[in-house]
């Protein structure tokens, strides 16, 4: 999609190359530059790419200055470690064809529900596990132990904040997070790519034919790169979803609620009418910030939303995606904002 070719990996590391805009040390008293040099991963297959990280990429921080300047980059206060948008990797937000509305979508009249955001990874398809291989193998390159409980801490976060969650759970706090983030991603993207490895979620598949059926829009929306959300477009359809959104697509992913705003303004819909699913809490507090309702629909058995939750008021929570009906998502799309969750 978007006009690239070349296979997964060599996709993932030209959009990787040019997201790298500052040092790693992620310190703030630092003194930030251009990432001259690579160190690859204790144990870890030799990384890819090496020579094109050596030189500075073009692109540039909001307010830094460019090479040639004379000047060293300076990251503006309260910068992302992680720059989530990758200018000239051809990677944009996919919008409806024609005026970018929902206006003629569907039967004429049609009240409730507009449109209904999709997360990706283990709300639409079974690819929790995918990342597990690959976060199992980062762990093990960096001499640590990957367990259930830095799993659940970094669900539904996208790389730029589960990175250094991760490292520091495991331990290694001191280790290069723009190489362990390139691992995971090229690692993922590899695993992604296997024959038969994406596998939709209970139920996914007839809600997206019952939101087809009846008029209602679908959007996908994820921190996952565009090189890890086609692959999925391609197994589920892409034909479904009238707005996709990448985590390289927006400057700033989950839990941060501009991924799902980015849909909703690309759909031309009311965010209050738009129905966010999501089964991490990350994606939750997102979809809520966005000013969507939201229902929870957890993947992990240590993933809940227990009544003494802080957003177990907030949230309909349900166990699968059968659970989810198009009377439901109407419900909650025409429901006042303080009334009981269904």
Known sequence: MNGR???????CEAAWVRMIRVTCSGVDDAEPGWLGETRPLSGS??????????HPVDAVLPGA?????????????GAALFDAHGPGDDT??????????????????????????????GLLVDTEPLWTVAEHELAASLGARFTPEIK???????????????????GVPDADPHAAARFLIERTAELFGESERIVPMPGAVALLDALAAAGIAAALVSSSFRVLMDPVLAAVGADRFAVTVAGDEVS????????????????GADPARCVVLEDSEAGARAGLDAGCPTIFVPSLPSVTASTAHPLAAELTVRPSLHEVTVDLLDLLATQPANADRP
């Not at 200055?65 to 206060?77: F, K, T």
């Not at 659940?152 to 495991?170: E, F, R, Y």
């Open 252 to 267: 700033r992913r989950k839990p941060h609620p501009e991924p799902y705003l980015t849909a909703t303004r690309l759909l």
């Open 92 to 121: 944009v937000p996919v919008g409806p064809a024609g005026d970018g509305g929902l206006q003629g979508r569907g039967p004429r009249g049609r009240g409730g529900v507009a449109a209904v955001l999709f997360d990706m990874d």
């Open 45 to 54: 297959r030799p990384a890819r790419g090496e020579q094109a990280l050596v």
């Open 152 to 170: 659940a801490a970094m669900i539904g976060h996208g790389v730029d904040t589960a990175l250094p969650l991760m490292l520091s759970m495991l």
């Open 5 to 11: 070719s070349g296979s997964p990996v060599e996709i």
């Open 65 to 77: 200055h460019r090479p040639g300047d004379n000047q060293r980059p300076v990251r503006p206060a």
